[in-house]
């Protein structure tokens, strides 16, 4: 097997496929490898490396204060909705996005309107409930990465390495050698991404090191009855700027069935016990 390419992908989760696949998309003179491992099938026993979009359920907003966010957003939705077609897999779930916030810019719901469209929500006294239509809703990011990777199978100029990427480095003639955990024989290529993600600056060396900070997040998932997410399932992702002495910034998402089989709903929060990590 050709152990050298044009470029390699280091991370094979949602930036490294997406990499992968706009690169091939772009021209089939490059030949393209994307290294990663698959997600373990135990994460209680597992001790390699691990991602953050082993999930199913992420908010996703259309608009944001920030009109070079919202620009971004709309972007990036584009993209999903590209994939989705190509794909023939849902990434994108357009439920909408409730915010109860202090003050918010364009009119909000009165309180009879929260009530009536969103009884399962308490409208708590001295927020304003805001609703973000569709597209604004949920988005699943193991899903995302199904859909990348479903693409790239389908393309000549690429190969795919199921595989943890151990060191990086550079030879005589310039090239960089990609060692693998599981492979003997290294790969070499003219250019490398890293996309991986928490890990990223263990595969850089001391001088291109960009100084990542990992942060830890608090999750709940509870667990519904089929016949509960029936009767949510026009329930919107929502947000808070709640704040009290241990918890901040709630959030929540749509029912959503999971790979075990059952529905759940997530939520989650910033805690005063959040750990802050120099990577």
């Avoid at 899903?143 to 005589?172: C, G, H, P, W």
């Amino acid at each position: 097997m050709n152990r050298a390419f044009d470029v390699v992908v280091v991370g094979a989760g949602l930036f490294g496929s997406s990499a992968a696949r706009h690169i091939t998309a772009l021209t089939t003179k490059l030949s393209v490898a994307l290294v990663g491992p698959s997600e373990p099938s135990n994460f209680s026993t597992h001790k390699g490396v691990f991602a953050s979009h082993y999930d199913e359920n992420r908010i996703y907003t259309a608009v944001d204060h920030s009109p070079a966010w919202t620009s971004a957003l709309k972007l990036s939705l584009d993209n999903l909705l590209a994939l989705q077609q190509e794909s023939g897999m849902q990434v994108h779930f357009p439920v909408g996005v409730l915010q109860l916030v202090n003050n918010w810019g364009s009119p909000p719901l009165t309180r009879a309107e929260h009530q009536q469209r969103f009884p399962y929500f308490a409208a708590p006294q001295g927020k304003v409930s805001a609703y973000l239509p569709p597209p604004s809703g949920s988005i699943n990011p193991r899903a995302i990465v199904a859909a990348q990777l479903k693409v790239l199978s389908n393309r000549e100029n690429f190969t795919r390495y199921d595989d943890t990427v151990t060191r990086i480095e550079k030879d005589s003639s310039g090239l960089f050698i990609v060692h693998m955990r599981g492979q003997n024989t290294p790969l070499k290529t003219k250019k490398v991404i890293v996309a991986a993600g928490a890990f990223t600056d263990f595969l850089l060396q001391d001088t291109q090191k960009i100084g990542l900070r990992i942060k830890t997040e608090a999750t709940i998932l509870g667990r519904i009855s089929p016949k509960t997410a029936e009767q949510l399932k026009n329930m919107p992702a929502w947000g808070a700027d709640f704040v009290n002495q241990r918890t901040s910034a709630p959030y929540g998402g749509p029912p959503c069935k999971y790979p075990d089989g059952n529905w759940y709903i997530k939520m989650g929060c910033d805690t005063m016990d959040d750990k802050w990590v120099d990577s």
